[in-house]
Every structure is written in C-alpha cells, then in structure tokens.
C-alpha cells in the first residue's frame, strides 16, 4: 500500500480535518460545499495531502480553517469551543482524511469521485460502521467509474469491442474484461495500455 504520508502523522491528519470543517461550517457559518470548494482552491489542499507536518501536525483544525478562510477574504479569528458531540462535518472530515492518506489521491479526485455533498448523505448509514466501510464504498465507486470511462474512449473512437481487439491484438475477452471490471486498467502492461490509447486516439492518462 503506497499511503500518502507517514502513518503516524495519520491520526492528527484526521482529528485536524474533522475540526476544520466543523469549524467551517458551526462557527464561520460557511455551508459545507461553499467551504470545501475554498478548502480545494487554497494551498493548503495540496500541502495536507502531501502529508506538510507544519499543516497536519503544526495546525490546529480551527486554525486550518481559518487560514483557508483568509486566503480567499478577510476574516476574523473566532474562538471555537470543541463539544463532546461529534457532528456530521466532523464524520467527514475524520473519513476523507483518512481515505485521501489511504489512496494517494487528491482530494479534487476523491471530490469528482465523491462530492463533498454525497459524503454528507452517507452519514446515516457508514458513520457507526468501521471506517474499512466507507474505504471499501468509495474504492466500488471509483472502480464503476474507470469502468464506465474505458467504455466512453472506445465509444467515442467509434468501435467496436471486436474491432478493437483486431486493431491492438489485445482478445476480445480481455477489452470485455476491463469494460466489466473484471481486470483493472491501472495494473495492466505497459505495452497493453500503449496500444489502447494508440487505438482511441488518446493519452495513456486518460486510460488509466
């Protein structure tokens, strides 16, 4: 597993995001959507994710979110009292973190993946479950979503899956197995992935 950062900075990473947007929302009086979106578009997006010890670890979650806050306006700083009661920013906060340190991915990914207001609506049912759940969730959805992305290239080329087995030599049940799910795009040969984006006139990227 190639996590994002260090484990042991991990807790800190997902108690300070868990009080970033509570405090965002409880005390600054953002909407969760509107906040994020600043959160996505501030530096500190890319700083946490690479695992900045002076973000993570030097910041209090209060103190991240004022300091997203104040590179978009100004904004006074707000005493936040933390309350026993863990609300459904902080729920969030603590699994996005957590899913974002997991899987290497940015958070503007897992937001295309998963947007902000999605994440609000599977409170009821992940937010007393293990957080491995709410993993194993967004990992089906993105795994759906790769699915669907390799089907629209070769719609978009205008081929069939037959022709495209005869144009890359690939079988035919292989291009139906990555359609399908059944093999993974991302773990396939150098030279299989070349072909496909020769055959769909398109980046390797956009392949895997």
Known sequence: ???????????????????????AVAL??????????????????VRFERGESSVIAGMSGHEL?????????DVDLHDYVFTVDKSR???IGWSLSYYQWESSRSFR???ELVPISDMYSMYPKYHEMDISQF?????EIDQDRRKQAFKRLRQYAGISQR????????????????EQGQKNLAHARADVVVKLSKALYCRV????
Not at 65 to 73: G, K, M, P
Not at 135 to 139: F, Q, S
Not at 167 to 175: A, E, F, K, Q, S
Request: glycine share 2%; aromatic share 16%.
């Open 1 to 23: 597993m190639n996590c994002s950062y260090d484990r042991n900075l991990l807790y800190k990473a997902q108690t300070s995001m868990a009080h970033m947007l509570d405090a």
């Open 28 to 45: 600054y009086g953002y909407e969760l959507e509107d906040y994020y979106d600043m959160f996505l578009n501030s530096s500190y997006s």
């Open 65 to 73: 979110a004022y300091a997203v806050i104040s590179e978009h306006r």
């Open 89 to 91: 920013e902080y729920w």
């Open 109 to 111: 990914y897992i937001n």
């Open 135 to 139: 993993v194993d969730r967004v990992d």
């Open 163 to 178: 022709e495209l087995a005869e144009r890359t030599g690939i079988p035919l049940r292989t291009i139906q197995q990555y």
């Open 205 to 208: 990227e956009d392949i895997v």
